[in-house]
């Protein structure tokens, strides 16, 4: 029986406090987001522990000063407030500096169920996509978050690292490193289509793929977990087999994950049908729980099925002669 | 007539000499003559921004207080100093031309295609430690290069120079938090208070009220000053270090514009060029010494 996954904060606190016991460069900042891992850390390393009050754009700015003085720094809050909060602040202190502090966002997506829209981030792909000069990786479970984590202590550099909120079960088997500088890894086979994801929605990704299979189409699932840089060419020159290419994401599609796969295609004048699975372009209040929104949004597992075996059908058996409303404002 | 850099006052290098009045005076115009040329020969630039900061800076550069070696630029240990009001960093080109940090020859390409000088610093220039232009950054970066100074036993301090204006940026006040929570009393906030925001008079459009106060009320050790007397600038840079683990806000009054007559005080020469006749009377202000005593 597998162990119990860990969440991927305790990961990443982990990892850098185990590397700052050894490094007193290495500090972490948080921005009164708690957790009992970080309590050992706060404990045995106070000079390494820094709280800047609930003060993001400060926070920024004063590792930013950090980093400038050679130290190695984490930045840690609640994804949404670590993001638009402070976009300003990353911008121009992290971007056009270029100064290699990694962002930690705590809670990606519609992961604080019931929190509602102030604290739901479904844009900080593309917030930080648009900043010149950041990584953006996203983590699909303990080893991918642990292998990031210690890729940004041992080179730093300017990267949002998107943490998932509750624990993910392992994709990975040791494989994560090896996968990790081409920036995607394809982690289920298939022929039909390929459907691209990162983070809980990879999870996902992997149930429809098994509802699939129940209907006899073969889905291949590709883990897009370093969203930038896009290794476009090779990413592009893997999709090539498959008739159809879906990205799945849990943010609003303007910008977003599929947007990034969007562009690679028309750059290098890739004509595959692209199918794109968000979230609508609204903002979400209503109680009931993540899967409860994810639903609502046509973003069940059941759905996300039905969706893809739409597009999969010949054209005669299709509702429309066009695909699916773009904009999902049916759900 | 158009001043030339070569014609600069000479003091002897390094932040050892303690320069004389007279010297710091010859400065002052000095760099506002070096400073009005600039922006003549482009059309580009923030004359009023910087003549409001000149003394302030002339004091820290040449009155002993920085510690930096002339030449050397990337010198890890040297303090740092961060132009916060980012239209007044400009003011600082022909500072870094005069000690050795970029070469005399970058003033004449100022804001011209692909030069180094821009209208805005950025660390890509020897001698600008964070990047400037957007307000309210400055004084947060300097908390990060002062906290590291502290962790790693460093006498390093860094000097942020802010605009009043700058000081209605929440930012400015998390990083104040901050600054005084850590006992950052190697951090020095200069607020140039001349008072005015680019649409007019602060305490008519939203008022700022007492700097020095806020900044004490944050736990810092807060002083107002005449911004254009040497003076008073040197008894309140003698305060650096001395200020029992606060960091020091010096809350400088000043005019916007000091120096040429008729930009003094008006808000509307923010962003606006002299034509050939005000570039002669401009050019007849500066003549003459406008610092007071």
Known sequence: MQAKPKLMR??????????????????????????????????????????????????????????????TVFTYAMASFITARCYEQLKVALGAMKQPVTVV???????????????????DIACLRALPNVEIWSPCDEESAREIT?????????????????????????????????????VAAG???????????????????????????????????????????????????????????????????????????????????????????????????RNHVLEKSGLSVDTIAERIAERLAPPARR???????????SF | MPHSFQNRPRTT??????????????????LRRTLFEMVMRTRKGHIPSCYSSI???????????????????NDTGRDRWIVSKGHAAMALYPILADIGFVAESELAQFTKKDALLRMYADPEIPGIDAISGSLGHGLGIASGICLAAKQDSRSQRAFVLLGDSECYEGSIWESAAFASHAGLDNLVAIVDRNGLSIMGRTEELCRLGSIEDKFRSFGWEAVTIDGHSYREIAEAYGRVGRTGGKPLAIVANTVKGKGISFMEGRSEWHNRMPDAAQQERAWADLETNCISH
């Not at chain 1, 509702?319 to 404002?329: A, D, E, F, I, R």
């Not at chain 2, 009045?21 to 010859?26: F, G, V």
């Open chain 2, 13 to 30: 290098s390094g932040a050892d000499a303690s320069a004389s009045l007279e010297i710091l005076t010859a400065k002052s115009q000095w």
């Open chain 1, 150 to 186: 210690s890729e940004c202590c041992e080179r730093p550099a300017f990267r949002y690292l998107r943490l998932e909120r509750p624990a993910l079960p392992a994709v990975y088997q040791g494989n994560f490193r090896a996968a990790m500088s081409a920036g995607f890894c394809e």
């Open chain 1, 319 to 329: 509702q429309s002669h066009l695909p699916s409303v773009p904009t999902l404002s």
């Open chain 2, 55 to 73: 003394e302030l800076l002339v004091a820290l550069f040449y009155g002993g207080v920085l510690r930096y070696r002339h030449g050397k630029p």
């Open chain 1, 191 to 289: 022929s039909d289509v390929a459907i691209l994801s990162s983070g809980f929605m990879l999870h996902r990704a992997l149930a429809v793929r098994d509802r699939l299979r129940m209907e006899g189409t073969d889905a291949a699932v590709i883990d897009l977990f370093r969203i930038k840089p896009l290794s476009a060419r090779a990413l592009l020159s893997q999709l090539e087999r498959y008739p159809l290419v879906v990205t799945l994401e849990e943010q609003c599609l303007a910008g977003g994950f599929g947007s990034a796969v969007a562009e690679a295609f028309v750059d290098y004048g890739v004509q595959r049908p692209l199918l794109r699975l968000g979230l609508p372009d609204r903002y979400f209040f209503e109680n009931g729980g």
């Open chain 1, 10 to 71: 305790d990961v990443l606190i982990e990892e850098v406090f185990s590397r700052a016991k050894r490094d007193k460069n290495l500090l972490f900042i948080s921005a009164d987001l708690g957790a009992e891992s970080l309590d050992a850390f706060r404990a045995e390393l106070p000079g390494q522990f820094i709280h800047p009050g609930i003060c993001e754009q400060n926070m920024i700015d004063l590792a930013a000063g950090l980093t400038l003085s050679g130290k």
């Open chain 1, 105 to 123: 966002s705590v809670g990606v997506g519609l992961g604080y169920d019931d929190a509602g829209p102030t604290h739901y981030t479904t844009e």
